[in-house]
């Protein structure tokens, strides 16, 4: 199991940047995702492939976060050197932004397909991901994410999305104006088992405020949330992981259907509580994604 609670995005032009999310703790964020597109001005995306390029192709540690690269969008028109630039064996995936089709994601599948041949990358293991930031990309969402199978993921782009719904520039409260697009993305993620990354929580001086956001998102089904300071990231790990005692609930859920099971029942009681077949696969899945986190606590040797 891949762990994605935290994605921390980094300025592919900034060396010191690459260097600083590369030489964070084990235990830091579980994906870093450079970046071609919105934090790149201009003039310097072609240092930035370079590199990220170079970065990617560094020695890899067991315990080292996923890598993913954010490449420009195909109407810029560098995308598939994008691609080509970082197609590599310790590339986990792209995120493709802006997506409003599926027909972006197939086509997208066909380059990375011929990428993986001339790399010699065993085929399939770079996957996608679709950022949604628009109103008609959100409209197509179910569509996208059945597009294609190296989809693993979709992530909700909230900035570009409010431009779309002509919100204000400074935003407070629980973000109720995007309750809806974010669980129409959570929900088009579930049809097709693929993971849920919610938005950037932009103040990330405001500890309190990532916090609740993270609450929040992973209330509404998001399996985690990006991060743009490393700051963030030990909030967004912390409230993406199961607490102890939703450990020692999945377990008991886990250990007294089995039992029921045995004796020819579907179902059993727990503290008043009917306990069915759906319940049982929410506990398993708590149980995989702790299973998941010690795993990588082991491989940082803590």
Known sequence: MQLLRSLMFTPGQRQNMIDKALGLAPLGPDAIMFDFEDSVPP???????????????RPRGASAPAYIVRVNSSATGRQIADMRAVVCANLYAILLPKVERPEEIAAAEMVVDDLERVAGVPRGQVGLIAAIESARGLHRVVDIALAGPRL???MFGAED???????PVVRTGPAWDLVFARSSLVNAAAITGLFAMDQVHMNFRDAEGERRDAIASRAMGFSGKAAIH???????NEVF??????????????????EALGTGIGCVMMGGQVVEQPILERAERVLHLHDAILA???????
């Open 43 to 57: 003039d310097q995306k072609d240092a930035a492939r370079t590199l990220v390029a170079d970065a990617l192709r």
């Open 152 to 154: 693993r993921g979709l």
């Open 161 to 167: 999305y409010a431009r779309d719904l002509g919100l």
């Open 230 to 236: 490393p700051s963030q990231v030990a909030i967004i």
């Open 241 to 258: 992981s199961p607490t102890p005692e939703e450990v020692a609930h999945a377990q008991a859920v886990v250990k007294a259907f089995r």
């Open 296 to 302: 990588r606590r082991r491989l940082a040797g803590g």
